[in-house]
């Protein structure tokens, strides 16, 4: 609750949150519930998936596209410089939802890493925008000084069963604890 409650206050600290933990530890969980609060709100929300290269960029198109980008200027090699622009120029609350950037280096630019903020994923200017990055790798290596790092731990067994009886209703197969 903490780290939702946070992200609706627009990110305290920095713009760009990296979220990261094991698999199955609710990163994606935590990135829907914050993107389904924000457009509760009336914010413009995008999610694209980093599950590989060619996801990745096809989504970020996308956002350009939904931005008013022409799809000839997204072809080109400076496609996210003309994107980040865009999105600078925002007056309008947004949030950009990266999932599944368990290979963080193809959110950086051509020679580059992430941490250099030159690629898909750089610090948010202004207050409008918040990006949310959900990452298996939390290294300090993989991302910048400006990316806030939040891991998510397994939940303990006793509110692991109470998020699923909590999904799962009051079906009457439903367990016990």
Same mark, same amino acid.
């Given at each position: 609750?903490?780290?939702?409650?946070?992200?609706?206050?627009?990110?305290?600290?920095?713009?760009?949150?990296?979220?990261?933990?094991l698999g199955g530890a609710g990163k994606t969980r935590m990135?829907?519930?914050?993107?389904?609060?924000?457009? &509760?709100? !009336?914010?413009? /929300?995008?999610?694209?998936?980093?599950?590989? =290269?060619?996801?990745?960029? $096809?989504?970020? @198109?996308?956002?350009?596209?939904?931005?008013?980008?022409?799809?000839?200027?997204?072809?080109?090699?400076?496609?996210?410089?003309?994107?980040?622009?865009?999105?600078?120029?925002?007056?309008?609350?947004?949030?950009?939802?990266?999932?599944?950037?368990?290979?963080?280096?193809?959110?950086?630019?051509?020679?580059?890493?992430?941490?250099?903020?030159?690629?898909?994923?750089?610090?948010?200017?202004? &207050?409008? !925008?918040?990006? /949310?990055?959900?990452?298996?790798?939390?290294? =300090?290596?993989?991302?910048? $000084?400006?990316? @806030?790092?939040?891991?998510?731990?397994?939940?303990?067994?006793?509110?692991?069963?109470?998020?699923?009886?909590?999904?799962?209703?009051?079906?009457?197969?439903?367990?016990?604890?």
């Amino acid at each position: 609750d903490e780290p939702l409650s946070e992200l609706a206050d627009g990110g305290v600290g920095s713009r760009v949150w990296v979220i990261h933990g094991l698999g199955g530890a609710g990163k994606t969980r935590m990135a829907l519930e914050a993107a389904f609060s924000a457009q &509760q709100r !009336g914010t413009d /929300v995008w999610w694209v998936s980093a599950a590989d =290269a060619d996801t990745l960029v $096809a989504g970020m @198109q996308a956002v350009g596209r939904r931005l008013g980008i022409a799809q000839e200027d997204l072809k080109r090699g400076d496609a996210a410089d003309t994107l980040w622009q865009r999105l600078a120029e925002r007056q309008h609350p947004w949030l950009l939802v990266i999932d599944g950037a368990d290979d963080p280096q193809m959110l950086s630019g051509p020679d580059s890493c992430v941490a250099d903020g030159r690629g898909w994923v750089r610090p948010v200017t202004g &207050q409008a !925008g918040l990006v /949310v990055v959900t990452s298996r790798d939390g290294s =300090a290596a993989s991302w910048g $000084a400006w990316c @806030q790092k939040r891991r998510l731990e397994m939940l303990p067994a006793t509110e692991a069963a109470a998020v699923l009886a909590d999904h799962a209703g009051s079906h009457p197969r439903l367990g016990s604890v």
